[in-house]
Each structure stands twice: as structure tokens, then as C-alpha cells.
């Protein structure tokens, strides 16, 4: 296909995907901050594609009503399903789209969009527990995610934590090393500022901040760095050490807990439709870190090497798995355009995988 420029690339996504304009508005409008998570959507944003609730989660929609967590009754009993950018709708030309909508209508029953772009498991973890005591009784908890944990572990070792690597690895110790720096320049200090000790490391930092010229913002990272092998192990390990968590919280509300690896087209398909191929090129053509970092993981090799260590993980914690890989592969839609880029459905994407998620419910004897 024809080399792109940046522009031309974007003007390109646009073209064949126009809703996906919307969400990079709604991505790049400036980022919530939030103790504890990092970061969450904004809350009470309208729009002809994205609606968020006074909390910041997006709105489901059943045909009839509006299905919100921030006005949710915790006396009713709900359903949640969870997880990153797939789950929440990007891809989706309206809230009425999203996964949580469609299973809300497909099985008449309500059904929450409790997630967040970007996050990886440990934060999809902590974003129920900052949100426990809004539900008493919780059916059924859907875990569709996977692939921002894996595709996060890609980033380079120094950004790594206890706790796994995250989406703003860089910005939260470019920015949060800045406070470090105003300390040492504060009228009043103490210890060693007081003796004149730290005199020649403000010299240093001020003649490196005279020479840095490039945006923190623009910093490109790859994953050229990590061991593919040991990335895929980490993020499986990582994902199963919070189902384990998830599956104590869930305990007293009588809930039943499933987990689905979201899918990643080249480990779904090996034929891609002619939109499929023209979006994919023109992503590649101006991607931006997060898509970076799939750089190594895109192969089909790579994707038993995950599923096989999440689904064994799985049946030791007795907690129901399936791949969404296996299940597009073997379907009838398999052939069909259903991605707008390597991880998010379309409209038509939306309501096929929505179908094979309440079939597979219906094949679990709890």
C-alpha cells in the first residue's frame, strides 16, 4: 500500500472509521487524574458517539432506558463487564453499541460498562474496589480484557513497578521526578540543601533543562527492548494474580465471575477484509505509543504462549475461561469487517461478539 504521512494517515482513519475522531477527542481533551487508579474517563461527557455518567463510566443502553453506574439502585441486582478500551466502546458509533448495551438487550437484563481506556488488570481491579459498596447482589462479572496488560508489559524495564507496567509509565515519573526537582529548588529546605551539599545537582538539572528541547509528550516508546517470552509470562501472571483478588471481593455478593480473553485480530484472523487491511495500514502509518507496543506480540506464536498460561491459571482458581480469539475464529463472522483497528469491533463487531459472549454464559454450569 502507499507510504503515509502522519496526516495522511490520520485523515485516512477518519475517512473509514469517522467515529474514531470522537474518541480521540474524548482521549486527548487532557487527562482526569484520580487517586489510587492513575487516571479515569471524565465524567458527564455528551456526545452523538460517547456519553459518560456523573462518574465517568459510559452509558448503557438496554432499546428502552439508560443503564448508569452512578445512578444504579444497589438494591437491584446487575451484571458487570469488564475491562479497557474494548469494553468501554471505542470503535462503537454510539453508546447503544458497546458490549454492555448489547448483552443488556440479548439477555434482558441489565448490564454495567464498568471500565476504563488503558487500564491494565490491577487497575480494573482497583476501579471495582474504590466502587464495592455501590452494589449489594452482582450476577454475573464478565472480565473481558487481557491485552493491555499484555501489550503494557512491553514497555521498557525502567518504567517497571511492583506492581506491573502501566499506561503513563513515562508521564508519571517524568512529571512526578519534576516535584522532586522543585524540592530542591524551594526557598526554606532542609538536610543536605542547608549545607550547600545539593548546590551543584540544581546547577546540573538547570543546564539539562536548558538543552531539553523535545515535548515529554511527544517521547516515542518501543518494546524492541523487553524479552517477548518473559513479557507474555509477566502479563499472564499478572492478569491471574487479580482474579485472584477478584474473585475473594466477589465472594459476599453472591457473584458468578467469567473470564474472556479479548481478542487481537491477528490472532483471530488470517485473512482481513479490504477495510480491515486499509485501516490497519493507516494506523501503522501514525501510531502512537500504546500501538507501539504490540510491535512484538502481533504473531499467532505468541498468543498460545498467553492463553494457554491465563486458561490453566483459570481452571486451578475454578473460574470459567474462553478465548475470543478461538471463539471469532470457528464463527460465522470470522470473514466478515468487524475490526476498526488490531483490538476495537465496529458497530457490526459489537453485536456478533456480544451474541457468542450470552451464548457462552448459557454453556456455563455455575
Known amino acids: 500500500m502507499k507510504e503515509l504521512s502522519h496526516d495522511e494517515a ?14 480521540d477527542d474524548f482521549m486527548y481533551m487532557g487527562v482526569r487524574w484520580l487517586p489510587y487508579t492513575m487516571f479515569f474517563q471524565h465524567p458527564d461527557y455528551k456526545s452523538d458517539v460517547i456519553n459518560t455518567d456523573a462518574l465517568g463510566f459510559r ?3 438496554n432499546g428502552k432506558r439508560e443503564i448508569k453506574v452512578s445512578s444504579h439502585n444497589k438494591i437491584n441486582t446487575t451484571n458487570l463487564i469488564v475491562g479497557g478500551s474494548t469494553v468501554m466502546g471505542t470503535g462503537a458509533s454510539s453508546d447503544q453499541y458497546t458490549l454492555s448495551s448489547q448483552l443488556s438487550k440479548i439477555r434482558g437484563e441489565d448490564w454495567l460498562n464498568f471500565s476504563c481506556r488503558g487500564y491494565n488488570a490491577r487497575q480494573e481491579m482497583l476501579l471495582f474496589l474504590m466502587h464495592k459498596e455501590r452494589f ?19 514497555l ?7 506492581n ?3 499506561y503513563y509509565s513515562f508521564e508519571f515519573e517524568h512529571y512526578m521526578n519534576k516535584y522532586n526537582e522543585d524540592l530542591t529548588n524551594r526557598k526554606n529546605g532542609y538536610s543536605d540543601e542547608v549545607t550547600g551539599r545539593n548546590i551543584f545537582s540544581k546547577v546540573k538539572q538547570r543546564i539539562k533543562d536548558a538543552f531539553e528541547e523535545e515535548n515529554p509528550v511527544d517521547k516515542k516508546i518501543f518494546d524492541s527492548g523487553e524479552n517477548v517470552i518473559e513479557r507474555v509470562e509477566r502479563a499472564a501472571d499478572e492478569t491471574l494474580k487479580n482474579l485472584r483478588v477478584w474473585k475473594s471481593l466477589l465472594v459476599e455478593h453472591g457473584s458468578k465471575l467469567i473470564f474472556i480473553q479479548q481478542p487481537l485480530a ?3 484472523k488470517d485473512i482481513f477484509t479490504q477495510e480491515e487491511k486499509e485501516v490497519f495500514h493507516a ?5 502512537n505509543n500504546f500501538w507501539r507496543l504490540f510491535g512484538h506480540i502481533l504473531g499467532k506464536e505468541m498468543h498460545m504462549v498467553f492463553s494457554d498460561r491465563v486458561r490453566e491459571g483459570c481452571r486451578k482458581l475454578e473460574i470459567p475461561y474462553f478465548d475470543m480469539n478461538e471463539e471469532i475464529a470457528t464463527s460465522s463472522y470470522c470473514d466478515d469487517y468487524i475490526f476498526v483497528d488490531r483490538v476495537h469491533f465496529n458497530d457490526y463487531g459489537h453485536e456478533k461478539v456480544s451474541e457468542t459472549i450470552s451464548s457462552l454464559i448459557d454453556k456455563i454450569d455455575f
Not at 490520520?10 to 474518541?23: N, S, W
Not at 449489594?136 to 512491553?154: A, C, H, Q, R, W
Open 59 to 61: 452509558v448503557s443502553h
Open 156 to 162: 521498557p524495564s525502567e518504567y517497571a513497578s511492583d
Open 283 to 287: 494506523i501503522d502509518s501514525c501510531p
Open 164 to 166: 506491573g507496567r502501566y
Open 266 to 268: 491477528s490472532w483471530t
Open 10 to 23: 490520520v485523515k485516512l482513519v477518519y475517512k473509514l472509521t469517522p467515529q474514531i475522531k470522537e474518541y
Open 136 to 154: 449489594e447482589s452482582i450476577d454475573k462479572v464478565i472480565i473481558f480484557s487481557g491485552m493491555n496488560t499484555l501489550s503494557l508489559e512491553g
